[in-house]
């Protein structure tokens, strides 16, 4: 059972906000590369604006790019919980990661004791990054919609 008492948390908040806002800053970059050489290029790359094919192509990309980045964060805060003693190895701490920060909660991997209020910490901050893409997506295809379909 978790010990509140004994729980050391304000090293949770001393990493994990900086955590947070190491990942935020990555995904916001990151927003704005896939911006600028995929959702601004490809459509001139491809000599059509707003077509279904060309839409499907930005959305697939998009999402792969966006899956990418969602991973490297995953990886970082696996990374801070390997250095930290909170997890024994990479392969498990990235396992606890990606259960934390997309919410899943159906993994059987804990973190340390003193160390549990990150993974919380950590819902926390995929419930942001999820959401900046979300609304990323939602400008993609409002954007990019095409014209006909509009109708």
Do not use: C, Q
Request: hydrophobic share 60%; net charge neutral.
């Amino acid at each position: 059972m978790f010990d509140f008492a004994d729980a050391a948390w304000s090293n949770d908040w001393a990493w994990g906000v900086p955590l947070i806002i190491l990942t935020v800053l990555v995904h916001a970059f990151g927003l704005v590369l896939i911006r600028d050489s995929i959702v601004i290029e490809l459509p001139l790359i491809l000599h059509a604006r707003r077509s279904s094919t060309v839409l499907a192509v930005l959305i697939i990309v998009t999402v792969l790019l966006l899956t990418v980045l969602h991973a490297a964060e995953a990886f970082a805060w696996a990374a801070a919980y390997v250095a930290l003693g909170a997890r024994p190895d990479l392969a498990s701490a990235i396992l606890y990661s990606l259960n934390a920060m997309t919410s899943y909660g159906h993994v059987d991997i804990f973190l340390a004791n003193h160390w549990r209020l990150m993974g919380a910490i950590e819902a926390l901050n995929g419930m942001m990054l999820f959401g900046l893409s979300t609304a990323f997506l939602f400008a993609v295809l409002r954007e990019h919609w095409p014209a006909k379909l509009r109708r």
